[in-house]
């Protein structure tokens, strides 16, 4: 088990052979030289690390050959080698840290869906079945295929992209009886399909976002324009949160680049016109702080809450910053109204969210809690970073450096678990920094957001830290969360003996795994000055011939 040579390899007859021979072992040199020649095979459907085939097999069967000249380890030898030399087929001509490992995580995550989930939206891998409850589409649009098309497009992973394309054009249908959330419908299923079409220009993937989109309009016909929660995908009907009329800031604040680059495709404004009116109403607002807004809009009165409201990065929030910058990036830097507000609202988390605590940590927290950070809140590293090096300012070299800081800080917090991965929420309080409190949730589901800024800082600075530290993310999914059919969040990341929470996120295929295999990719794969990614990580492209005034026509740009 959990052996880097899948346990048939016979390392340690390989590892030992120049020993023995060395201490004049003869009987057992004699045996293994027989095993070598009779038993040993390397046509074995195993992925293995390279670094270690290379130093333990190869370098255990040139040493032994150094030694005696007999031409049998030569000849192994060659075959091992010549068996390595596809891991050095990488766009960056650096070898994968593993044959096919880029892949073949994914691969093993996406076949267990395949084989026992098809058409569902998410696997249980403990159970091999598909997860029905508590699921945000319903259990039935095959939201892990087309979540997951770009990853596979992207990874050359040929078959399986073309039988989820097949999936796609045959049994694919948006006329199913089922509320679904439309931030999640947005950056999952719109973008799955959007980026997908970027990057193969193939028209079934524009349809099929173009049915999608307009049977999630419906849910902006509220008295505010900010949408409701939920649609029905079959009669139109919207509905709202359970809890009220409260629409959340990260939900209704982050569809802006899917709904733009559909309206660029189509040339068609309505989609981009619904995302520019929730702007508007944004920026009409009169209760925010420094450029943070609440994370709750009564969409009935068209205000933000008066109670119980709060600032934050995190969770209600995030992926509205984010797409301020991204915004901009996505209009080729023309959307100057979009770069504006998140320059003031990166100011205002600095004023009033950023703390650094006594061990030097950088950390974000909320106006609600001082002490802790979230997982959610850790893609705001590479948020940071990507600011500052995409306009010049006075404030660009520290925006960099608190980048920086807070990537490390997320770090830190996976470094300091037992699992070397990351919790939901982690404290800052003296002698137990960047780590769990007894009342703070222990769980990792699979996020991204860790990896995602690695990917980033390591695209912008080449700082060789950010790969070790997405290596040792794949270690430890590959210890702690990989199963037979797939791979499943734990509830504990300080105990090594954490149950499993039996499911395999949609985000990890389309996010985790993705950003992974870009950090060890090159800089030419998705040029983040060309690309924009969403909050799911579905990249578009940068609209180059973008206009605001003239796509946006009667929206106000104040």
């Excluded at 869906?113 to 589409?137: H, I, Q, R």
């Excluded at 931030?183 to 799955?192: A, V, Y």
């Excluded at 950088?362 to 970073?385: K, N, P, Q, V």
Aim: aromatic residues 14%; contains cysteine; glycine residues 8%.
């Amino acid at each position: 088990t959990s052996n880097m040579f899948g346990g048939r390899l016979g390392a340690t007859i390989i590892d030992s052979l120049d020993t023995m021979y060395l201490m004049g072992l003869t009987e057992s040199y004699k045996d293994a030289r027989d095993w070598v020649e009779k038993e040993l095979s390397f046509n074995q459907d195993v992925s293995i690390s390279v670094f270690e085939g290379t130093i333990r097999i190869l370098g255990g069967l040139l040493s032994t050959f150094a030694m005696t000249k007999d031409p049998l380890y030569l000849d192994k030898a060659k075959d091992f080698a010549d068996r390595l030399l596809p891991a050095f087929k990488s766009p960056s001509a650096i070898p994968f840290s593993k044959i096919n490992l880029r892949t073949g995580m994914f691969q093993l995550a996406y076949q267990g869906y395949e084989k026992f989930a098809w058409g569902f939206d998410e696997l249980n891998p403990l159970t091999k079945k598909a997860v029905l409850t508590s699921n945000m589409f319903g259990g039935r649009l095959g939201a892990t295929i087309i979540d997951s098309l770009d990853t596979m497009y992207l990874m050359g992973l040929t078959e399986s992209y073309k039988d989820a394309r097949d999936w796609v054009e045959k049994e694919l249908s948006f006329n199913q009886d089922v509320s679904i959330s439309v931030f999640e419908g947005t950056i999952r299923i719109l973008g799955g399909l959007l980026s997908t079409f970027a990057m193969t220009k193939d028209p079934l993937y524009l349809d099929k976002a173009k049915d999608f989109a307009d049977r999630l309009l419906p849910a902006f016909k509220s008295p505010s324009a900010i949408p409701f929660s939920k649609i029905n995908l079959r009669t139109g009907i919207p509905s709202g949160n359970s809890w009220g009329s409260g629409s959340i800031l990260a939900e209704f604040g982050s569809l802006h680049l899917e709904f733009v680059y559909l309206s660029h495709l189509l040339n068609d404004t309505k989609y981009a016109e619904k995302v520019y009116k929730i702007r508007n109403k944004i920026l009409a607002a009169d209760r925010y702080r420094d450029g943070l807004y609440g994370v709750s809009y009564d969409i009935d009165k068209g205000m933000f809450q008066p109670v119980g409201n709060y600032y934050t990065m995190g969770a209600m929030a995030d992926s509205f910053y984010e797409y301020l910058l991204k915004t901009w990036l996505q209009s080729a830097k023309q959307d100057t109204i979009a770069r504006k507000m998140y320059d003031r609202a990166i100011e205002g988390a600095i004023k009033h969210l950023l703390n650094i605590s006594r061990e030097g940590f950088y950390y974000l927290t909320s106006t609600r809690d001082g002490r802790t950070m979230e997982h959610l809140a850790c893609f705001a590293g590479g948020l940071f970073a990507l600011g500052a090096v995409t306009q010049g300012s006075r404030w660009s070299a520290n925006h960099l450096e608190i980048g920086k800081q807070l990537t490390r800080t997320c770090h830190t917090a996976y470094d300091r678990s037992v699992t070397k991965l990351g919790p939901e929420v982690f404290s800052f309080v003296p002698g137990e920094e960047a780590q769990s409190a007894s009342s703070d949730p222990k769980f990792y589901m699979l996020r991204p957001e860790v990896v995602e800024s690695y990917f980033i800082m390591w695209r912008l600075t080449h700082n060789p830290i950010y790969r070790e530290w997405g290596w040792s993310v794949v270690k430890a999914l590959q210890t702690h969360c990989m199963t037979p059919a797939g791979f499943s969040g734990i509830h504990d990341v300080y105990s090594n003996q954490s149950e499993k929470d039996g499911v395999q996120q949609t985000f990890f295929l389309a996010e985790t795994l993705k950003y992974l295999y870009l950090l060890f990719s090159n800089d030419a794969l998705l040029d983040l000055k060309s690309w924009v990614f969403n909050t799911e990580a579905h990249p578009f492209p940068s609209l180059e011939n973008f206009s605001v005034p003239e796509l946006i026509p009667n929206i106000s740009r104040k």
